[in-house]
């Protein structure tokens, strides 16, 4: 597979012209954002943006509507939210948000710094394509299913399993190995991709990766199928402090809400699933975070069907969209449609307040299907003649 186009993915230092207005996109290694760096985000929003965060599936943050991308870049330079302009689109890491505080097998969070540190001080690095992902998962299987391209996977507090295409390559490294490698398979990427953007895309990619790095598989593949299970609510970490899992409806983060997040003065983590974590929190703390943002729109309740839910930008960021997608998605959600169980059966032509959409659901503007999470999910797609809904496991 060759590309006849080059990447595009935005960053700070280049914005993408959406439908609505100038988008950028702000890397977070491994969701991790300081209180500080949140109050700053949450101002640059409000002052040069739309007034709302948007989380991505990486776990990374849009503003949208920029008005003055020189005065952004500023900002979040000096917030330390731009540490590497050469490198700023391809540090793309995501790790186990809740690793080191609750389960998994080892801790990952020394990783991020470390990988993170090692792509920005090699200038070959720089030309990586913005969309290659790193995931570095503890164990558990939360972040290893997301169809990244270089990772580890820990099987023991001792060992990862190296992850390349986003599979178990059967290659087993020593935990002190994991960064060195990592960017060895990243320069082995780079070498061998020409104008593709993702390892899969390359014939025989991962065994190629590894080749190069001289490694060998010793060990029977795991599965590292995609999972959903966004931890939200209330979390006993192992030193007996409260971890928060917030869902955001639709990743969309109001600036006075993550100003209200920042003031709380705790680690923050954005997921992958556009939630949140607030972490290190005494319980008399905690309970007072939950008073304050679930009015706010914050949800602490694992059974919201807002968790069902994932939708593209629709109109008005995009201009192929065929409608205000989240604006239907939100109204299904308020008037009861989008429930818990099993999928509905396929249908078309349907008025958007005729859906019911049932289980994991994805809304899109047309059939590009952006965002869309990977495993189970029935598509919502808006087309010319009305909305189709698409079970998953049935040919659209
Ligand atoms: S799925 Fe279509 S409408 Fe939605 S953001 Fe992508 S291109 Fe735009």
């Known amino acids: 597979m060759t590309r006849s186009a080059p990447d595009s993915c935005p960053g700070v230092l280049r914005l993408h012209q959406a439908a609505d207005g100038p988008l950028a996109r702000i890397r977070l290694p491994g969701g991790a954002v300081r209180p500080d760096q949140l109050r700053t985000l949450a101002t640059a929003a ?67 710094p470390a990988l993170d540190e090692g792509l920005r001080s090699s200038p070959a690095l720089a030309e990586l394509p913005g969309r290659v992902l790193f995931t570095l998962d503890d164990g558990r299987g939360d972040v290893s299913g997301l169809g990244g391209d270089l990772g580890v996977h820990a099987v023991s507090d001792q060992h990862y399993a ?107 983590h954005v997921t992958p699933w556009r939630s949140l974590i607030l972490a290190d929190l005494d319980e008399w703390a905690a309970d007072q975070v939950l008073r304050v943002l679930a009015p706010m729109g914050l949800i602490f309740d694992a059974n919201s069907p807002w968790l069902l839910v994932t939708a593209c930008a629709g109109q008005p960021g995009c201009a192929k969209s065929r409608t205000d997608i989240r604006a239907d998605a939100a109204a299904a959600i308020a008037e009861n449609r989008v429930r818990p169980g099993a999928p509905a059966a396929p249908a078309a032509g349907l008025a958007a307040r005729d859906l019911l959409v049932s289980g994991r659901q994805h809304w899109s503007g047309c059939d590009r299907r952006c965002g869309r999470p990977r495993g189970l999910v029935t598509d919502v797609v808006a087309e010319p003649g009305g909305y189709r809904r698409t079970p998953p496991g049935t040919a659209r």
């Open 162 to 268: 190296l992850v390349l295409g986003g599979r178990d390559s059967g290659i087993r490294l020593p935990v002190a190995d994991a960064v060195e490698v990592l960017l060895a398979a990243a320069h082995g990427f780079q070498e061998l991709r020409g104008e593709r953007w993702r390892l899969h895309e390359i014939e025989d990619g991962p065994a190629r990766v590894a080749g190069r790095l001289g490694l060998e598989a010793t060990a029977e593949p795991l599965e590292l199928g995609a999972r959903h299970e966004v931890p939200i609510g209330w979390f006993v970490q192992s030193d007996d402090r409260v971890a928060l899992g917030a869902g955001v409806p639709l990743g969309s983060l109001p600036a006075r809400t993550a100003e209200f997040l920042a003031a709380v003065e705790r680690p923050i």
């Open 46 to 112: 409000r002052e040069l943006g739309d007034d709302h965060l948007e989380l991505t599936s990486r776990g990374n943050v849009q503003l949208r509507r920029v008005r003055d991308a020189a005065a952004l870049a500023d900002r979040l330079d000096a917030a330390g939210l731009l540490p590497a302009p050469t490198h700023e689109r391809v540090r793309n890491i995501v790790a186990s948000p809740l690793s080191g505080r609750v389960g998994g097998r080892t801790d990952v969070r020394a990783l991020v």
